[in-house]
């Protein structure tokens, strides 16, 4: 047994050790150079890469295939070396256009998709209702120092105390709340008098509100108060009043009926009479869009039936979009409601309720992106790069600048005297040391204007951004060398673009531009594109005559003009003209056997005639056939389209053959037989 097990052992071993070795040599045999072109090495590897990207449908390497792809290849890589002689890529046009590429083409390495996706599926979830919140505010900066913010959050957690004991929310809102719309708020220069909401934010979904804001309300009970929550904003309390299935996107009209300024108890009592006699009529058949049009008080949608912009449920106030949500019916109306605004009645005209996931998928992911809920997916990439690059800070260090800045930076003109700055680390990572004097240089340029602030507070925050400014740029700058499939796909970017642009030179625009050359090339390929027998026959039509007995009538006319009297077509067309009731026409053509079959029935030197109906017209039709015409060459106007691309291709040729001559290359034919 023992013997049996050892030998088991040692067959393991060998094979792994085979393994290894096939590894071992596959991997090396990609890193074999395969071709030379001047002093740039190709190697296997990136021969096979770009080959079987474009044969993924081979199910194995065909020789044949190898050769016709490698003589390919050659010509690109010509065609590239070319273009780098003649300074193509130090152009500014051009590094700027890769540029471009390479930022689209490295910003998956910055996103963590995983977290992209949650977001994605959880905004879906979300959009798929409205809640209806009111919320008490304490406001805090994001950046305020640790006793600024105990402060705020000491008192908004005696308020949330307060409401657990059975305080009312919305007085406590309205008394208590920083956020200044929850109070009544009297006329100025700014804006009229306008009622307080007492802490009421109306209906909202998904993307309506900052994410942690959002967060909160929907994982917050009907009837419950949140937990303390924090946003840019400070401190809230959120009060989840009603949770409805999604609106969507709606489009309503209204007939509206406003208060007057200054309106008395009276005043109120005409205004609902009128709206409820409004309603009467509505109910009794008289039409909506006649109503609306004489009665509505908003003028600017009266005219329009009182069809309103199409809304979702966070645009109007939260009385108008519960009337909306009991409407179930395109051309359903409400009952009159009353908002702050007046009196309403209101019509569904359309109602379009969010997709499934995967009809809605793409566009949530683009707005989760755009959105500071995809930070999150940044912020992990960013953690993830400090982890493994071992970053470390030095807050001591960093003091010693908080030190030197002074409230001028607020003004943006800080300026401290080089003398001040000292180059010690503030930050390592990597191989990366960043000093004092670069961090102040990043303060300096990143000035400006702006309402001043606790300058440890500004300090931090720009050492926040800087540190991962730093780190990122850094992580950018070693995609290539961290990811060969990052390297490659921006090499085929940089290769296609610089080809692109020398073949355009000297292909596609060339062969447009340079007429000479293209009329000469045409002498030579011309006896490819030649007409066959052709007639070249005059035609007179007269398209609308009442019927076949008037056409026979001027059948017969025609033939006593041409056949009798000599009359060329035109002098007929000239006097059938004037007759303002006809409608002439005369066309001469060459036709080929089979296009026309009038064409097809007139000798050269005769005439035959045709009549015809067509849309419950009668059409009477003329031939007279010029002339028979023997093959000819097509007219360089006539094939200026396959002429053209003709010539692209003779012109590339000919690039091809120039390139071979001047640029020297060179294959390893022991590494092509290897990858055969």
Same mark, same amino acid.
């Given at each position: ?6 030998? !088991? ?14 590894q071992s040599f596959a991997q090396d045999f990609k890193e074999k150079t395969l071709l030379t072109v001047g002093n740039e090495k190709i190697t296997a590897g990136e021969f096979l890469n770009i ?34 002689? %003649? ?100 006329? =100025? ?6 009622? +307080?909401?007492?802490? /009421? ?6 993307? =309506? ?27 809230? !309390? ?27 108890? *009276? /005043? ?24 609306? @049009? ?44 009353? @908002? ?14 969010? +997709? ?14 755009? /959105? ?33 800045? #002074? ?9 401290? *005297? ?22 102040? %240089?990043?303060? !300096? ?49 940089? /290769? ?12 596609w625009t060339k062969a447009v531009k340079d007429t000479t050359g293209l009329r000469v090339y045409y002498q030579t390929v011309k006896q490819k594109y030649m007409w066959p027998d052709r007639k ?21 006319? !025609?033939?006593?003009?041409? @056949? ?5 077509? =035109? ?8 007759? #303002?009731?006809?409608?002439?026409n005369l066309t001469q053509e060459k036709y080929i056997a089979g296009e026309n079959a009038l064409a097809d029935k007139t000798a050269p030197g005769t005439n035959q005639s045709e009549i015809s ?14 002339? *028979? ?5 097509? #007219? ?25 001559? %001047? ?14």
């Amino acid at each position: 047994m023992k013997i049996v097990m050892k030998s !088991l052992k040692i067959l393991t071993l060998a094979v792994i050790m085979a393994a290894s070795s096939l590894q071992s040599f596959a991997q090396d045999f990609k890193e074999k150079t395969l071709l030379t072109v001047g002093n740039e090495k190709i190697t296997a590897g990136e021969f096979l890469n770009i080959y079987n990207k474009n044969n993924v449908q081979s199910e194995a390497i065909d020789p044949k295939t190898i050769n016709e792809y490698l003589d390919l290849f050659i010509n690109f890589r010509l065609k590239v070396k070319d273009a780098e002689v %003649q300074g193509l890529d130090t152009m500014k046009s051009f590094k700027d256009e890769l540029a471009g590429y390479r930022k689209q083409l490295a910003q998956p390495y910055f996103t963590d998709e995983s977290v992209i996706d949650l977001l994605t599926k959880e905004a879906y979830d979300r959009s798929q209702y409205d809640i209806r919140a009111s919320h008490i505010l304490i406001r805090c900066a994001a950046d305020a120092l640790p006793a600024d913010t105990l402060t705020a959050w000491k008192k908004i957690n005696d308020i949330r105390k307060k409401i657990m004991k059975g305080a009312d929310f919305s007085k406590m809102a309205t008394e208590l709340s920083e956020d200044q719309s929850a109070r009544d708020r009297e006329a =100025n220069k700014q804006h009229p008098a306008m009622k +307080g909401n007492r802490g /009421d934010l109306g209906y909202f979904t998904v993307f =309506n509100m900052v994410y942690p804001f959002e967060t909160a309300a929907f994982n917050t009970p009907v009837g419950s108060v949140s937990q303390i929550i924090r946003t840019d904003f400070g401190y809230h !309390l959120i009060k989840v009043v009603d949770r409805h299935p999604a609106l969507g996107k709606v489009t309503a009209a209204h007939i509206f009926f406003t208060f007057p300024k200054n309106s008395t108890a *009276a /005043d109120s009592a005409r205004v609902k009479s009128r709206v409820d006699s409004i309603y009467n009529r509505l109910n009794a058949g008289e039409k909506w869009d006649d109503l609306a @049009t004489l009665y509505s008080d908003d003028k600017a949608s009266a005219a329009k039936g009182g069809q309103l912009p199409p809304f979702t449920s966070n645009r109007l106030v939260p009385d108008f979009i519960e009337a909306v949500y009991l409407l179930k019916n395109p051309g359903d109306y409400s009952k009159p409601v009353l @908002t702050s605004y007046g009196w309403h009645i209101i019509k569904l005209v359309e109602k379009k309720t969010p +997709g499934t996931f995967d009809e809605s998928k793409a566009e949530l992911k683009q707005r989760v992106t755009r /959105d500071n809920r995809g930070r999150q997916s940044q912020e992990v990439v960013v953690a993830r790069l400090k982890a493994e690059y071992k970053l470390y800070e030095d807050i001591a260090v960093l003091k010693e600048v908080t030190a030197i800045v #002074t409230d001028s930076i607020f003004a943006g003109t800080w300026n401290p *005297a080089p003398d001040k700055i000292a180059s010690k680390t503030l930050f390592s990572f990597a191989d990366k040391k960043v000093t004092q004097s670069e961090f102040a %240089q990043y303060l !300096l340029k990143h000035q400006k204007k702006q309402e001043a602030e606790n300058i440890q507070v500004y300090v931090n925050k720009r050492f926040k951004d800087y540190v991962n400014e730093t780190i990122l740029s850094y992580e950018d700058n070693q995609l290539e060398a961290k990811y060969p499939d990052f390297k490659a796909l921006v090499k085929e970017y940089r /290769d296609g673009i610089l080809l692109f642009e020398l073949t355009d030179r000297l292909v596609w625009t060339k062969a447009v531009k340079d007429t000479t050359g293209l009329r000469v090339y045409y002498q030579t390929v011309k006896q490819k594109y030649m007409w066959p027998d052709r007639k070249e026959v005059s035609m007179l039509t007269i398209n609308n005559l009442s019927s076949e007995r008037d056409a026979a009538i001027m059948l017969t006319k !025609l033939e006593k003009w041409i @056949t009798k009297k000599g009359k060329s077509l =035109n002098w007929v067309k000239t006097e059938l003209m004037k007759d #303002t009731l006809l409608s002439v026409n005369l066309t001469q053509e060459k036709y080929i056997a089979g296009e026309n079959a009038l064409a097809d029935k007139t000798a050269p030197g005769t005439n035959q005639s045709e009549i015809s109906t067509k849309d419950s017209k009668t059409l009477l039709t003329w031939a007279f056939c010029e002339r *028979a015409i023997s093959p000819e060459p097509k #007219t360089l106007e006539e094939v200026k389209g396959l002429v053209t691309a003709e010539y692209q291709n003779q012109l590339e040729k000919e690039w091809i053959e120039k390139l071979r001559k %001047q640029y020297p290359f060179e294959v390893d034919r022991l590494v092509l037989d290897q990858i055969k």
